[in-house]
Nanobody, 121 residues
Framework: QVQLVESGGGLVQAGGSLRLSCAAS????????MGWYRQAPGKQRELVAV???????NYADSVKGRFTISRDNHKNTVYLQMNSLKPDDTAVYYC???????????????WGQGTQVTVSS
């Protein structure tokens, strides 16, 4: 019911910047919050940043001060501006949407296909 498409990944050198975009479509009115997760080889998927419908944001400690999550509600798009990138930021980045579904407003997570971010040293 919600489709998420990420874009903006790529290869950058350490210290560089990338901006990831995640376009949501479908039942976007059901979305409570959106965020970005990442998963590096051999590691668990981890939360990078999240933004609620009210605009509140939260970040992983490892990216605070470097990454900024934002929304464009008109375009149903969430962005992740990544600055001062480090090799440890290398991962597949996934867009996530938390939707509230049904009479009891049960939570359901939708995921994008992922976009590769590679930071070279």
């Amino acid at each position: 019911q919600v489709q998420l498409v990420e874009s903006g990944g790529g290869l950058v050198q350490a210290g560089g910047s990338l901006r990831l975009s995640c376009a949501a479509s479908g039942s976007t009115a059901s979305i409570n919050a959106m965020g970005w997760y990442r998963q590096a080889p051999g590691k668990q998927r981890e939360l990078v940043a999240v933004i609620t419908t009210g605009g509140s944001t939260n970040y992983a400690d490892s990216v605070k001060g470097r990454f900024t999550i934002s929304r464009d509600n008109h375009k149903n798009t969430v962005y992740l501006q990544m600055n001062s990138l480090k090799p440890d930021d290398t991962a597949v980045y996934y867009c996530n949407a938390e939707a509230l579904v049904g009479y009891f407003r049960s939570k359901y997570d939708y995921w994008g296909q992922g976009t590769q971010v590679t930071v070279s040293s």
